[in-house]
């Protein structure tokens, strides 16, 4: 093999090699680019449903919450928990949790004061009754306290603070005390309900 032939032979090479380099590294970015043009299903904002439905609890109280939001009643054998509930969303991540129960604290400053976080606190409104709300990074706790009974809510909001500051005021805006129900032996639509009667002082009476 001449020289002449050895060079052109090995500059057909570099050219080969480069080419072929050259289209790799080009298919990489154009990959590279598309995906991240595509944006997952799972970060897709969501948002709480306009379309409101009404919890009425045999405790006595009702509120309002999204349609896309559900919620678990959870039941409990102790006797100082009257209401104990859950609210959801298979859509996002966080919850809100509500519970009535009887309490030592004398004052709702005292249970601000057992927080820890006096400087957080700012009046709220649960029905007819004067609460506390703490706001921190991680949560929102807010309660009230009627005839030694404690209305107590707790926000967990987790990534998405938007969705769930959306149902708590909802929750709030809606919340209202009614009559409870009687207590009842026999069953309807399949359903028993035997709750002690309990009587708060922000009720609203239907007659």
């Known amino acids: 093999m001449s020289r002449k032939q050895l060079l052109i032979g090995t500059s057909l090479l570099f050219i ?13 970015n154009f990959l590279s680019k598309s995906s991240d043009s595509v944006v997952p299903e799972d970060n897709e904002e969501s948002s709480p449903s306009t379309t409101l439905n009404k919890y009425r609890d045999s405790a006595g109280f009702f509120f309002e919450y999204p349609e896309n939001v559900k919620i678990e009643k959870k039941e409990s054998k102790d006797t100082t928990t009257y209401a104990s509930l859950s ?5 996002v991540s966080g919850s809100i949790s509500f519970d009535v129960s009887d309490t030592k604290f004398r004052s709702i400053d005292e249970w601000v004061k057992a927080s ?33 009974i404690l209305f107590s809510i707790e926000v967990t909001s987790e990534n998405d603070k938007d969705f769930w500051q959306n149902v708590y ?14 207590p009842q032996t026999g069953s309807t639509n399949g359903s028993v309900t035997g709750e002690t009667d309990i009587i708060f002082e922000g009720e609203e009476v239907i007659e």
């Open 16 to 28: 080969i090699v480069g080419g072929m380099l050259g289209g790799y590294l080009y298919q990489s």
């Open 87 to 91: 609210l959801s969303s298979s859509q």
């Open 116 to 148: 820890g976080k006096e400087s957080k606190a700012k009046g709220v409104k649960l029905g007819e009754l004067s609460g506390k709300e703490i706001d921190t990074e991680e949560k929102i706790m807010t309660a009230a306290l009627d005839k030694g």
């Open 169 to 182: 005021t909802t929750f709030l805006s809606t919340f209202a005390f009614s009559t409870p129900e009687a």
